[in-house]
């Protein structure tokens, strides 16, 4: 089940509340980026460490990508704030 909205957003949470047409397009970007076989394995990644350390399911902190290739737990804001609004850091 998803989580409840907030009744205080954030910056962009709340942009995209008041701009539909924003949000659709962010959506079909999003929709798109995330098909890409790199993606996949950065997701899959992830989640074979969420499982290791045993949060996978159960919310709280990200597991995140350090730039020396380490897996650290991090508050999901930090994480998903970092490179500018582009989300994760694009590989080469």
Do not use: C, F, Q
């Amino acid at each position: 089940m998803a989580p409840r909205k907030t009744t205080t957003p954030k910056r962009s949470a709340a942009y995209y509340r008041s701009n539909p047409e924003a949000y659709e397009k962010k959506l079909a970007y999003d929709t798109k980026e995330n098909k890409s076989p790199e993606d996949k394995k950065y997701r899959a990644e992830l989640a074979k460490a969420r499982r290791k350390r045993g949060i996978m399911g159960k919310g709280g902190k990200d597991v995140s990508h350090t730039k020396s290739g380490r897996t650290v737990l991090e508050s999901p804001s930090k994480n998903r704030a970092r490179n500018g609004a582009g989300g994760k850091p694009k590989r080469k």
